[in-house]
Each structure stands twice: as structure tokens, then as C-alpha cells.
């Protein structure tokens, strides 16, 4: 049996879900888990509007366009809605970024960023990870 040590992953920390009408995305998804959205947030330069669930220890994230510029509109319209990315939860960005890259991980992002719900946030490239878009994310207050 084989088994890799990942250095850095705390945890999933968040399921991303690209979708076209946030408002009517919100309405199904509160039906779906059994709970209202615990914020919603506008990301100015990124230019997507984002509605978090809290279930269990894990947060769903449902992304929404806000002009036809945001790489979500994009996404949606060669895609459609659906899964976006996982996020993962780590101790330090800029250490765990460098890391995945020396293992052979593309990242997307240089460097971290301020992303939504009070987070610094980097992405690697689904083409390095199966196919999954994966976002490595930490709290800005622990830094």
C-alpha cells in the first residue's frame, strides 16, 4: 500500500460551486442542505458574488457571475454550472504554494491573493490534478 504525507493540508475547507442565478441557487441549495446561507459577499476584483453554507465542518461556496468578465461567467459558459473547485485549508500560502510547485503542481496564481470570506487564496492548474481545479486557502487573520 502506498500513502503520500501532504505537508500543509489541514483540511477541505470548502466546496466551490459555479452557478448562474445566485438567487435561485440559494433558494435550491437551502432546500438541499436544510440551512440558510450564513453570508453573502462581493468579490470586486474578481468580479463574482459568493453565498456560503456551513455544513458540518465544511462550507459550501456558491459563486456567481457579476459581469460577463469574471472568469466564473466564463467557466459557466464553456461548462455550465456546477463543481468548481475544492479548497483546502493550509498552515502558511506562500510555503505550501512553493511546495506543490516543487512536486510538479501548476499553479494559476503566482503569488496569494484576498479572496472571499477573509482568506488568502492561490489555485493550481486542474491540468496538474486530474482534472480538479484545487484552491489552497488561509485565514488572513492567522498569518
Do not use: W
Request: hydrophobic share 40%; net charge negative.
Amino acid at each position: 500500500m502506498f500513502f503520500v504525507v501532504i505537508m500543509g493540508i489541514k483540511k477541505l475547507e470548502h466546496i466551490g460551486i459555479a452557478v448562474a442565478n445566485l438567487e435561485a441557487s440559494e433558494l435550491l441549495f437551502t432546500q438541499l442542505l436544510g440551512c440558510s446561507p450564513y453570508k453573502r459577499e462581493i468579490i470586486e476584483n474578481e468580479h463574482i458574488t459568493c453565498s456560503f453554507f456551513q455544513v458540518g465542518d465544511i462550507k459550501i461556496e456558491l459563486i456567481a457571475a457579476s459581469n460577463g468578465q469574471s472568469t466564473i461567467a466564463k467557466y459557466i459558459e464553456k461548462r455550465g454550472e456546477g463543481l468548481h473547485h475544492l479548497a483546502f485549508e493550509v498552515e502558511n500560502i506562500k510555503d505550501s504554494l512553493q511546495e506543490k510547485q516543487s512536486q510538479g503542481f501548476e499553479p494559476i496564481d503566482a503569488e496569494a491573493k484576498r479572496g472571499a470570506d477573509n482568506k488568502l487564496i492561490a489555485f493550481l492548474h486542474p491540468k496538474s490534478s486530474n482534472g480538479v481545479l484545487v484552491e489552497l486557502c488561509q485565514d488572513i487573520k492567522s498569518q
